[in-house]
């Protein structure tokens, strides 16, 4: 006897889409009080406070592929790396 193939179900594609719509109306929903409040959702906030700091220095290690913030201007001393360029300096550029 030969095996049936499995036919799909539409109920589990429409159950999927209403999900999807629920999903988005609550977003909506939240935006929409987040402007009638003037309050800042979490993911704005986060953003806005993880920036780097007025003192931070980068630097970039070609060999590795690595970067590495410093607060100061002394170049960064890990074994095994020796080729470190100073990609950002607060002093030349102040005001960000």
Known sequence: MA???PVMYRGDRRRKEDQRKAKQD????RKAERRETGASGPE??????GGPG???FVWFSPSKGRTLTTTTAATPTIEGIDD???VSDPRLNPGG
């Open 84 to 86: 470190w360029m100073l």
């Open 54 to 56: 007025a003192k931070e």
């Open 44 to 49: 704005i906030e986060a953003a806005a406070t």
């Open 3 to 5: 095996q049936k193939r």
């Open 26 to 29: 609550a977003k909506r929903a």
